[in-house]
């Protein structure tokens, strides 16, 4: 099987203008940054979840905490997948107890990734409120779940994939729309 690329959707200043109007938004939400930690999911959430927090300094001129979650065995498809999985590392290095956590991730599919973090995060501490923010939403929930703040609104079909790569993890920032193929 091959990835077939049909588009790219974003590139690196299109990521750029997404993430600053996210951060702005959540100033504008939350009346500031005064009681809000960034928590990326592991991978790509992570350093997306970093260039919120610089752009957030910019605009307010204080230092959101940010840490990383990772939610390999919180999945609930564990037992699906015949390799076996990558256990990552969960940095949270500040108490998220009456915070506004804002989860930060790539791509908002299905949800379940996001089910996952709700839980793995409820396992660390209880925040006053959950927001979510994403750099792709490409519809298809099998939960009643929405992001707070969204990159892009991409509609897709089920057989379509959109990969995000970023600098930090692939060398390059831009989104991509395309298929999986036989060979």
């Not at 990772?70 to 037992?79: E, G, Q, V």
Request: no cysteine.
């Amino acid at each position: 099987m091959y990835f077939q690329e049909k588009a790219r959707i974003m590139d690196k200043e299109a990521i750029q203008r997404a993430l600053k109007r996210i951060a702005h938004e959540i100033v504008e939400r939350n009346k500031g940054v005064d009681n809000i930690v960034l928590i990326g999911i592991r991978r790509r959430g992570v350093p997306l979840a970093k260039r919120l927090q610089k752009f957030l300094a910019e605009i307010e001129g204080k230092e959101v905490p940010v840490g990383s979650l990772d939610i390999t065995l919180y999945r609930d498809d564990l037992n699906l997948r015949l390799d076996q999985p990558k256990v990552g590392k969960t940095e949270i290095n500040f108490s998220i107890e009456g915070k506004d956590v804002i989860l930060v991730d790539d791509v908002l599919y299905t949800g379940r990734t996001v089910r996952s973090a709700l839980d793995a995060l409820m396992d660390i501490g209880r925040p006053r409120t959950v927001q979510l923010s994403v750099l792709i939403d490409r519809g298809h929930r099998e939960l009643p779940i929405r992001a707070d703040y969204v990159g892009k609104n991409v509609p897709t079909s089920r057989k379509e994939q959109i990969e995000v790569r970023l600098e930090e993890i692939d060398g390059v920032d831009e989104v991509i729309i395309g298929e999986w193929k036989e060979e």
